[in-house]
């Protein structure tokens, strides 16, 4: 039973780690002052550009950077439609999900039809996202199992959440951010130029969900080009885990490997015990997000509140 329980945890990690990914990536989208709803279609542009590259150049190094500048490319668009053009966020963002969805779809029939069936990678590129195992630590019973013993990309995800929290907090830059997410005309008056500010964490933060989406078409997919079935909606929880972890990326760490263990439950509760059909297990993850969504709306707090200007253009000649 205990050896059940370790293997549940290090389960929820593993599959939780892409929605860390996404989710780090649309809290600094939002602290910039944009809600972009193109979380989903960012992800699956960074699936197929992380998985052709690391297909045809057995490359992890090369596919992730690929998976981050694809999804970069369309976060770039919507920063386009809605910063400079003033497009509304909503559309603009569910457009990005649509075109994003829609691209990928399409090049990854070509690229299947091209190499006549669904491309593998290679087995050097599954090994180069093996668990690192690292020794001694990854020996400590229990925990080293647990925390030291995972692929690369679940570290990387790790790091870029506390790098973000840092970049949110305690540096210069980062706290003209939060001003321009809060009260961009005040941010105005005082010096800070919104839109560059705007325009590069879309960007930066696009780009981090891609590397969630190649997360999954390289280690959930194991390394298998499946059309229609890599992403599967975790664009979608990941918007709600922004609200869940209160945009704060540390917390987003914890909050994705819970909705990461919904993911994983199937596979941990014996058949023996209670006979529960697969779609209602595939169904918790959702199920958690409405309650998620629903609880938030009525909690009311400040501090751990949308920043003020999410969502909302910004016109500088309404100064």
Aim: glycine share 10%; hydrophobic share 50%; aromatic share 10%.
């Amino acid at each position: 039973m205990n050896n059940m329980f370790v293997n549940f945890l290090i389960a929820s990690i593993v599959s939780g780690a892409p929605l860390l990914f996404a989710t780090v990536g649309e809290i600094l989208t939002e602290k910039a002052g944009n809600l972009n709803l193109g979380v989903e279609g960012m992800m699956w542009m960074g699936a197929l550009a992380g998985f052709y590259v690391a297909y045809k150049t057995e490359s992890v190094t090369l596919a992730i950077f690929s998976a981050f500048c694809f999804a970069a490319l369309g976060a770039f668009i919507y920063a386009l439609l809605t910063v400079t053009f003033k497009a509304n966020q909503n559309v603009t963002g569910l457009t990005l999900t649509t075109f994003g969805i829609g691209l990928s779809t399409v090049l990854g029939y070509a690229m299947t039809s091209a190499e006549g069936g669904a491309p593998k990678v290679s087995d050097g590129v599954k090994a180069a996202l093996s668990s690192l195992n690292i020794p001694l630590l990854s020996k400590i019973p229990v925990i080293g199992p647990i925390v030291f013993n995972h692929n690369i990309l679940v570290y990387l995800g790790i790091f870029i959440a506390v790098l973000c929290a840092f970049y949110l907090k305690k540096t210069r830059t980062g706290l003209n951010v939060r001003a321009v997410g809060e009260n961009p005309a005040a941010a105005d008056a005082a010096g800070i130029n919104v839109t560059r500010a705007k325009y590069l964490n879309i960007i930066i933060g696009g780009g981090i969900c891609g590397i969630g989406g190649a997360y999954m078409s390289l280690i959930t997919a194991n390394g298998s080009w499946q059309p229609g079935g890599i992403v599967n909606g975790s664009g979608w929880i990941a918007v709600a885990l922004v609200i869940f972890v209160s945009w704060s990326p540390l917390k987003a760490i914890l909050g994705s490997f819970v909705f990461g263990a919904f993911n994983a439950l199937s596979n941990y509760v014996p058949a023996s015990v209670i006979e529960i059909p697969i779609s209602i297990y595939q169904m918790l993850p959702f199920i958690l997000t409405i309650l998620v969504l629903i609880i938030t709306s009525i909690r009311e707090s400040r501090e751990n509140s949308q920043p003020a200007g999410c969502g909302v253009n910004y016109f500088r000649e309404d100064r």
